[in-house]
């Protein structure tokens, strides 16, 4: 390998991409003022895809002729544009909310594991006892609820003396399993 090759590099290529990188920078920065800030959550699986889509096109054109600063931009446009759209129809049309969005499982309740939605979202065992661990549980009488959330986080819910409110539940489609002695307050 020719290290000398390998390492070079130009003024001009030096410039190239210090302009790109600050046009594609500012184009980020203009899109997501006019699309707000959503735009880079992680609240569904569709905008994680925006999220690394954005990424993929910004590396590709800082770092290479092809695509040029223009045909990141529009590209970028578009995937916000997308993004826009899409979010727009999961919350008018709920048949594309339900296309669109993965269903949050509950993987625990009541200390107990759920195997079958364990299973449905690819998990072991281990997966969810390190994510109690971490979130400081000593005991599985500790669990209220452990759910996989859209987004693939789970979400750990402590068990408290406090009735649960049905509401932070109800897209849920097993919340009534969570319902302990139909102690819930609408």
């Known amino acids: 390998m020719d290290w000398s090759k390998w390492m070079a590099v130009d003024s001009t290529q030096v ?7 600050v046009g594609i920078y500012a184009g980020l920065m203009l899109f997501t003022r006019l699309m707000g800030l959503r735009s880079f959550s992680k609240l569904s699986s ?5 999220t690394v889509g954005i ?5 590709s054109t800082v770092l290479s002729k092809n695509p040029s600063l223009l045909q990141g931009l529009v590209a970028i446009a578009s ?3 997308l993004q826009g759209v899409v979010s727009w129809l999961r919350r008018h049309v709920k048949p594309i909310k339900y296309l669109v969005d993965n269903e ?12 079958s939605n364990i299973k449905k979202a690819n998990l072991a065992k281990s997966d ?3 994510v109690l661990r971490k979130n400081g549980l000593k005991s599985k009488t500790e669990v209220f609820a452990v759910i996989m959330e859209t987004t693939g986080d789970m979400s750990v819910i402590k068990q408290n003396d406090v009735n649960p409110d049905l509401d932070l539940f109800d897209d849920i ?12 307050k609408k």
């Open 55 to 59: 990424g993929s096109i910004l590396a």
């Open 128 to 130: 969810i006892q390190e």
């Open 15 to 21: 410039l190239g991409i210090f302009v790109t990188a």
């Open 79 to 81: 995937l916000f544009i």
């Open 104 to 115: 949050p499982l509950v993987l625990m309740a009541h200390g107990e594991y759920y195997w």
């Open 46 to 50: 569709h905008d994680f895809a925006m």
């Open 173 to 184: 489609r097993e919340c009534e399993d969570l319902i302990q002695g139909g102690q819930f």
